[in-house]
């Protein structure tokens, strides 16, 4: 008999982060950037004093309360033990993870992040003091991408459509520029903000998940345009048909740098190892060829939409060889790795390949769940504490600023569980699906869910919404004394907030998921 979780009382828990702006100046810790305006600073949640003079270069945006970050999240504290279901289907949870003004807010922060100072770049996090990680005060040509996209997903046309153009302008601008590290631009990872200039320091280079990411998050914005009956845009800056001209356009130039590279040496997602074969990068790269081709036969290109399908084929038949029969690998060099799980929800394209609800997804969640609630002391405090969920890291052995939790790489597991959500809810359960769905799920809520409990299409959705809602609910109590600002990392012991604040991409992946998981209820209701 599955148990119901009883711990979602947590949707209550309240913020007990400081709000006041009552802070000594020499207490005042900056929360801002170079150029930081009033309204910028707000939109953060941070406190706005201008200083004049000021002599000792007190920061005017700073953080509330009196702390030198944003304060540490609750301790976990002993909740009631969880009661039995009276219903034998498992149920989604009824009201969101995480509420409609806390996802306000924390869309707010996310588009703090954005455009900065009209450039068109995104900073990956305003903390330009991370400790181990230095300044994050940096636009990554990933972040952006899925940055950019997630915007277009998971807010209105007044919003994305003016941020959308901007970047237009800064990947542009970009591939205009001559590569001081002699490699090609398009395959940098991250440049100065807000010039743009390409970061000559030390880093992992090349990084050849930029193209294929930057084309994904155009072509999804062309295709409105197109739809909306712009094409003049499209054919302006995306995809002119010139190579004279802004070199075939900024989608055009991205595609086709995958035609003759995509096989080639990269560093994986992490910025750590390198490899010509992360499944990060070519599950992808696929999306991003298979998409180009679609849109260059809409435009006329037959050439271009020919090539593009091709080597997507080509690509999918070196994909299968990342499962061994138990979950999906990264690479042969880093074998349990949750940029796998990134990947099922950002190289998805409904087709069938690593469904939602297959086995090489469900063998996956089940191998690093095991992991992940192994590695951290705070997911089995979490466990005993009756809180929901397992936070993910990033791979086995991860080292950086000690080997924590990650906010993004478990938003990335709620996503994932609404969209398999939203496929089981419209697709016929076999026996081999509820047996395989309540191994997984079993191992993952410490709690008995039968196959019998699973065979109706609707009950597995409900069951595998309700493990999104528990990803979510275990971040949503470590940073709800945060005031809902999110970190990079959780302290592995204590849940605290660890490494960069505000960063943009477990924003991004904490909205997507939301966005998911309205899409799974709406299915179900």
């Known amino acids: 008999m599955l148990v119901r979780i009883a711990l979602l009382a947590l949707i209550g828990i309240a913020a007990v982060s400081a709000d006041t702006c009552s802070v000594p100046s020499g207490s ?53 033990s969880p009661s039995p279901s009276p219903s034998p289907s498992p149920t989604p949870t009824g009201s969101a993870p995480f509420n409609t003004s806390e996802v306000a807010m924390m869309q707010k922060f996310f588009q703090a992040n954005i455009n900065i100072q009209n450039s068109g770049g995104v900073v990956a996090s305003p903390d330009r003091n991370t ?18 996209d997630t915007l277009h997903m998971t807010t209105d046309a007044s919003v994305y459509t003016p941020a959308l153009n901007q970047y237009v302008q800064w990947v542009l601008a970009r591939h205009a520029e001559s590569d001081p590290n002699n490699i090609d631009v ?97 599950y992808t ?51 349990q790795d949750a940029a796998v799980i990134c990947a099922f929800n950002d190289g998805d394209m409904n087709d069938g390949m690593f469904a939602p609800t297959g086995p090489e997804v469900a063998g996956t969640i089940k191998t690093l769940s095991n992991l992940f609630r192994s590695t951290y002391p705070i997911n089995q405090q979490d466990d005993s504490a009756g809180i929901p969920g397992v936070l993910y890291g990033r791979y086995q052995g991860d080292s950086y600023d000690g080997g924590n939790p990650w906010v993004l790489t478990t938003g990335c597991l709620a996503e994932l569980f609404y969209h398999g959500a939203s496929q089981a809810a419209r697709t016929p359960v076999t026996p081999a699906m509820a047996t395989r769905w309540s191994q997984v799920l079993t191992n993952h809520t410490l709690q008995t869910v039968t196959a019998a409990e699973l065979q109706d299409s609707r009950a597995l959705a409900r069951a595998l919404a309700s493990a999104g809602d528990g990803a979510l609910l275990r971040i949503r109590y470590h940073t709800a004394g945060l005031n809902f600002h999110m970190p990079e990392q959780l302290d592995k012991n204590t849940g605290e907030l660890v490494s960069a604040y505000d960063l943009t991409w477990s924003y991004a992946t904490v909205l997507k998921a939301m966005k998911a998981r309205g899409d799974a209820m709406a299915m179900l209701s």
């Open 28 to 80: 005042k810790s900056d929360c801002g950037f170079d150029g930081i305006d009033q309204n910028q600073c707000e939109a953060k949640g941070c406190c706005w004093q201008p200083v004049n003079p000021n002599p000792s270069n007190y920061p005017w945006c700073f953080f509330k309360g009196t702390g030198p970050s944003p304060p540490p999240s609750p301790s976990p504290s002993p909740s009631p």
């Open 131 to 148: 400790g181990a990680g230095g300044s994050y005060y940096y636009h990554w040509a990933r972040d952006g991408a899925l940055t950019m």
């Open 186 to 282: 398009r395959v940098e990872p991250k440049y100065e903000l807000p010039s743009g200039d390409v970061f000559t320091g030390g880093w992992c280079r090349p990084q050849s998940d930029g193209p294929g990411l930057r084309a994904i998050t155009l072509i999804n914005f062309a295709n409105e345009l197109l739809a909306n009956g712009n094409k003049s845009v499209v054919t302006k800056y995306l995809w002119t048909g010139d190579d004279s001209q802004y070199n075939g356009g900024a989608i055009k130039y991205d595609l086709d740098w995958l035609l003759s590279n995509w096989d080639s040496n990269s560093c994986d997602l992490w910025e750590e190892v390198q490899s010509s074969d992360f499944f990060w990068n070519r």
């Open 285 to 335: 790269m696929r999306k991003a060829l298979t998409l180009g081709s679609k849109l260059a036969q809409v435009l006329g290109d037959s050439s271009s939409a020919s090539s593009y399908s091709q080597l997507a084929q080509t690509i999918n038949g070196t994909l299968e060889r990342h499962y061994n029969g138990q979950f999906v690998f990264e690479e042969d060099n880093r074998q």
